[in-house]
């Protein structure tokens, strides 16, 4: 039952708290690592999670805002090892990484993640993956809102994980939140960003975390609640939520804005219900978008910009809460 409660997390736990707006999902990653997460004092910043993924998009008309579109990659993916072998990373309620392969649209499990979280009852909540493999997964305790939140460094090979420096509550940020790494506009690195879950008479913002310090910094307040996000190489972010009532039979991917938090762009994608879990990414142009909409297993919907359709490739027994996808993805 608590693994239901877990994405429903934010569906049930908003809609007792609050009438307001839905959101959603999640992000994806590359092959697995080379070396194994040192759990044994080494350096978990180390080169011991490498891995690479980008994305972009386009796709049909919302009311005020034009359909999404996708930023055409720039020359900052030449440090990117072989595009084309990366990988989508998953991770469900119950703690199993798994990998999504889109061209073959099939899982393989990488095993059962086992960190220490304080709460026993803890389960993950959403996940991202930077550009050399390592996956972050934030924690959520079914049961409250005001626990949880606990940011965790997982291998993409061998599901070893260690705990990071992350404080929760920071500037008065939701304990839970959805996540994903975006290409800087400037530069060659790239940027962890936080979409908070909106309790209570919050109103749901967008944030950054330096994965150094640790630090979260407000950026601005977002239209949707409950939002997944995922990034590309050319330095977009999108968010994926619910749309319409608190049952959100359909759902939309939003193109946000990095400096401000509000959605520049939206494409609909009508029949996709995110029900229990949700989380998406983006691959070779596509968005793939993992949702329970029945709470007993996850469908993958593959989205295409750039003509709009909206096709389902495969489906597992398994609640995918999370995904993560790198920066150095294939974008087409």
């Known amino acids: 039952m608590f693994a239901k409660l ?23 990653s590359r092959t697995g690592l080379l070396v194994p997460l040192d759990l044994d004092g080494g350096d978990a910043s180390s080169d011991a999670f490498h891995r690479h993924d980008v994305f972009t998009l386009d796709a049909p008309d919302e009311d005020v805002l034009p359909p999404i579109d996708v930023t055409p990659p720039r020359d900052v993916l030449n440090d990117c090892p072989d595009a084309g072998s990366t990988l ?11 990998s999504f392969y889109p061209p073959s649209a099939t899982f393989r499990s ?27 997964i934030v924690f959520q305790n079914p049961g409250s809102t005001s626990l949880g939140g606990e940011l965790f460094r997982v291998s993409t090979l061998t599901a070893a994980c260690a705990p990071t420096g992350f404080v929760r509550g920071q500037s008065g940020f939701s304990n839970t939140f959805g996540m994903g790494f975006s290409h800087d506009t400037v ?5 962890l960003y936080v979409a908070s879950d909106a309790l209570g008479s919050q109103t749901p913002r967008l944030a950054s975390i330096d994965t150094n310090t640790f630090k979260l910094t407000i950026i601005g307040d977002m239209a949707n609640n409950m939002a997944e996000l995922t990034g590309t190489g050319a330095g977009d972010l999108f ?13 939309a991917i939003g193109q946000l804005d990095k400096t401000t938090g509000s959605t520049i762009a939206e494409s609909v994608l009508t029949g996709v219900t995110q029900g229990t879990g949700w989380a998406f990414a983006f691959w070779g142009g596509d968005f793939y978008t993992f949702t329970a ?40």
Do not use: H, K
Not at 319 to 332: E, L, R
């Open 239 to 251: 968010a994926f939520y619910g749309i319409g009532s608190n049952t959100a039979t359909d759902s």
């Open 187 to 191: 530069g060659t690195g790239e940027t």
């Open 88 to 98: 989508v990373y998953v991770i469900t309620n119950s703690g199993t990484l798994m």
């Open 110 to 136: 990488i095993g059962t993640i086992s960190c220490p979280t304080s709460g026993p009852t803890d389960q993950p909540f959403s996940m991202a993956v930077d550009r050399t493999g390592v996956a972050y």
């Open 293 to 332: 909409p029945n709470g007993a297993g996850s469908i993958v919907t593959r989205f295409r910009p750039a003509d709009g359709s909206i096709v389902q490739v495969a489906s597992t027994s398994e609640v995918i809460v999370g995904a993560g996808v790198s920066t150095c993805a294939p974008q087409q």
């Open 6 to 28: 877990m994405r429903m997390r934010r569906r049930w736990l908003f809609a007792s708290l609050t009438l307001a707006v839905i959101a959603a999902a999640a992000c994806g």
